[in-house]
Each structure stands twice: as structure tokens, then as C-alpha cells.
């Protein structure tokens, strides 16, 4: 052991190889301390007041640590270099020009991927070229959108949608599709032809009965609509029905359910269905170019049900 300016100094640590395997402090001002322990060699600087000590080691053979740490917590946080691939891992980065965070740069990448969410078109990854993709489907899909859970004020008999979305709505392009209805003693054994319509951006619902809009309903609205079949009438046109089927020979194969807004102009419910609430459900068979519209209970008919088929 010698002492050169009251400083600790071991050579012997340095140049025997078989002290380095083993814990031994090669350099030690009580600031500064260079040793090896299980983990490999380590530089360990100490803070002015003694509470905080920053360390670099090598603990993996492939990794470069650099931690900081108290007098109570070993690591208190830590960056990573690893050597073979490059890679520098840390919690965040701060760059002192901008005034900004690493992590600020990724919750403005999560804003735009949630955003190209929200408007219809989801990325594969949140990788630029993947969130530069979503965007150009956006684009090219000219604002198509479908709005789900869509609630009808039941006085004003309204679809409020001015404040959803930032469209301007027309019904050309519009398709409206009921998801759940309520159907009172007016409604039984009468067939209900619906109407639609578009006042000030929102979507105003009529019936030819009066029970039709006495309670809140919900709806899903397609927004950039392209019609592909008008006045369709279901298969089954009479008896207790569990499911309304239309079938459209023209309809593409490659749709999915997704896609489809099915608009139903005309229902019949009977007797034994009224003063309740129906959700609908809807599914696409594209091998028997087939939409199928399922109530959730049965319902007695005496005509059929009639939609209008939409592709968003």
C-alpha cells in the first residue's frame, strides 16, 4: 500500500489480473474511487455534500452504466450505452437549446397516432413511415368516418352530431344506421317507414309512428358514404324472424361489416314486441353477398324490412 499525497493508491490492483476479478479499491480520495467488485470496474464520483455519488461500471459485457444513486438507494436512475449495437438507453433526454424533453418529442408522435385513430385510419406501428401511411389513407378517403354510440335527443328528435364532427354533413354521403331503438304501443303491428334528414348539421329521425322517438335511441353514422343499393328488401317478409337478411348480388366481396352502413327505411314490429327496447346487431357474409341484420329478441312480421346499403 502506498500513499502519495494522502492519496490511497494500490498498484498492485492494477497490474495483477487476478485482483480484477476479485472486490478491491484500486484509487480512493473519498470524491473519487476507482474498484472492481463482482460486477466488473467501476469509477465512482462523489457529490460536494456527500449525499449523492455518480458511478460509471461496465457490468455487462456489452453494456456501459452510468447511474446515480443516494446514501439510501443504490440507483436512483441510470443511462445505458451499449456498445455492440450503439444503443443509448435511458428514461428521457432533455436538450438544453430547445427547452424539451425526449419524452415531450414522443407524446406529440402518440397525439398524431391518436389522432389518425380518431379519424379513421390506423397505423400498423407508430413508426413515421407507418403515421405518414395512415395519414395519406385519410386523405385519400376524402374524411370517411364512422361515429358510433351516437345518442338522439329524444324532444328535439335529433341526432346531435355539429359538435362530433368537424364535417359538413350532407345526406347524399351521409348513411345513418339504427344500433338500439325503443318501440312503444303505437309502434306494434304497423310498418315504420323511417325518414332522415340533415338541418344544421345534425341528423333529424322521423318515423310514420308516433311511439317511434319517445325514448333516447343510438346510432352509428357514416360519414363519405358511397350508396350501393337503395329500397332492399329482406328475405323474410312473415312469421317470428331472429335475423333480417339482405342480400345484394352486387355488393363487393372484399367489404367488410366495417365498411357497411346498412340504413333501414322501413321495420315492422309485432304486437308482442312493443314498449321495449331492440339493439341491433350487423354482420357480413361476403361469399353469399349477404347483410344480416340480427334483433335482440324475435320479432313477428307481416311484410318485409327494407335498407338502404352504404360503403363508407
Known amino acids: ?6 492519496i490511497n493508491y494500490n ?4 497490474f495483477n489480473d487476478d485482483k480484477v476479478s476479485k472486490n478491491s479499491t484500486v484509487y480512493d480520495t473519498g470524491k473519487v474511487k476507482i474498484f472492481t467488485d463482482g460486477e466488473g ?17 461496465a457490468y455487462s459485457d456489452d453494456h456501459l452504466r452510468l447511474y446515480m444513486g443516494d446514501n439510501d438507494t443504490e440507483v436512483l436512475s441510470s443511462v445505458e450505452i451499449m456498445a455492440k449495437s450503439g444503443i443509448l438507453n435511458a428514461n428521457d433526454f432533455y436538450c438544453k437549446s430547445t427547452g424539451k424533453k425526449f419524452s415531450d418529442f414522443q407524446n406529440g408522435v402518440d397525439k398524431i397516432y391518436n389522432k389518425c385513430i380518431a379519424s379513421g385510419s390506423t ?39 355539429s359538435g362530433i364532427t368537424d364535417y359538413t354533413l350532407n345526406k347524399t354521403t351521409t348513411a345513418v344506421q339504427i344500433d338500439k331503438a325503443w318501440f312503444g304501443s303505437g309502434c306494434r303491428n304497423a310498418s315504420m317507414n323511417y325518414k332522415y334528414a340533415i338541418n344544421n348539421n345534425n341528423i333529424s329521425v ?8 319517445n325514448y333516447p335511441f343510438l346510432y352509428t353514422i357514416g360519414i363519405g358514404c358511397s350508396l350501393l343499393a337503395s329500397g332492399i328488401n329482406s328475405i323474410e317478409k312473415s312469421g317470428n324472424c331472429s335475423t333480417f337478411n339482405f342480400k345484394v348480388d352486387s355488393l363487393p366481396s372484399n367489404l367488410s361489416i366495417n365498411e357497411i352502413i346498412v340504413e333501414l327505411t322501413n321495420t315492422v314490429i309485432g304486437s308482442g314486441e312493443s314498449d321495449k327496447y331492440i339493439t341491433f ?6 361469399k353469399t353477398k349477404t347483410i344480416t341484420v340480427t334483433p335482440s329478441i324475435t320479432i313477428h312480421i307481416n311484410t318485409n ?5 352504404y360503403k363508407l
Open 1 to 6: 500500500m502506498i500513499f502519495i499525497n494522502n
Open 11 to 14: 498498484p498492485t490492483s492494477i
Open 41 to 57: 470496474g467501476n469509477i465512482r464520483l462523489t457529490s460536494k455534500s456527500g449525499n449523492y455519488h455518480y458511478e460509471m461500471d
Open 123 to 161: 397505423p400498423i406501428s407508430k413508426t413515421p413511415d407507418a403515421i405518414c401511411t395512415a395519414i395519406d389513407n385519410i386523405k385519400n378517403n376524402s374524411g370517411k368516418r364512422k361515429l358510433s354510440g351516437l345518442l338522439m335527443v329524444k324532444s328535439e328528435k335529433i341526432i346531435r352530431t
Open 206 to 213: 322521423s318515423a310514420s309512428e308516433s311511439d317511434f322517438a
Open 281 to 286: 346487431s350487423y354482420s357480413y357474409n361476403n
Open 305 to 309: 324490412w327494407i335498407a338502404n346499403i
